[in-house]
Nanobody
Framework: VQLQASGGGLVQAGGSLRLSCAAS????????MGWFRQVSGKEREFVAA????????YYANSVKGRFTISRDNAKNTVYLQMNSLEPEDTAVYYC?????????????????WGQGTQVTVSS
């Protein structure tokens, strides 16, 4: 499975970005998908996750109400819509896939990772 994340960039506080993660190499609806983020020197942090059907979704408390995860299985793509961005959201964002399994919030349970996309929110 190959994952390609895109959509990061520089935005002012209060602004919005939409991240995309395109998957290839396997039937997309075989796996749950997650978004994580990492600041240099800190551990990777869970952001959001979605089951293969989209029927189960989890969010970190810090992004609940501001971020929305979704997926389009026909396009082999998962999205993260980020609104009301805050400087504290600045990080490298990674998408991840978990094969044949239920969705979880733990990074160690994911099987494949994308390369990351930088999100920078200025105050």
């Amino acid at each position: 499975v190959q994952l390609q994340a895109s959509g990061g960039g520089l935005v002012q506080a209060g602004g919005s970005l939409r991240l995309s993660c395109a998957a290839s190499g396997r039937t997309f609806n075989d796996y749950a998908m997650g978004w994580f983020r990492q600041v240099s020197g800190k551990e990777r942090e869970f952001v959001a996750a979605i089951s293969w059907s989209g029927g189960v979704i989890y969010y970190a408390n810090s992004v609940k109400g501001r971020f929305t995860i979704s997926r389009d299985n026909a396009k082999n793509t998962v999205y993260l819509q980020m609104n009301s961005l805050e400087p504290e959201d600045t990080a490298v964002y990674y998408c991840a896939a978990r094969i044949y399994s239920s969705v979880t919030t733990q990074a160690t349970t994911y099987d494949y990772w994308g390369q990351g996309t930088q999100v920078t929110v200025s105050s």
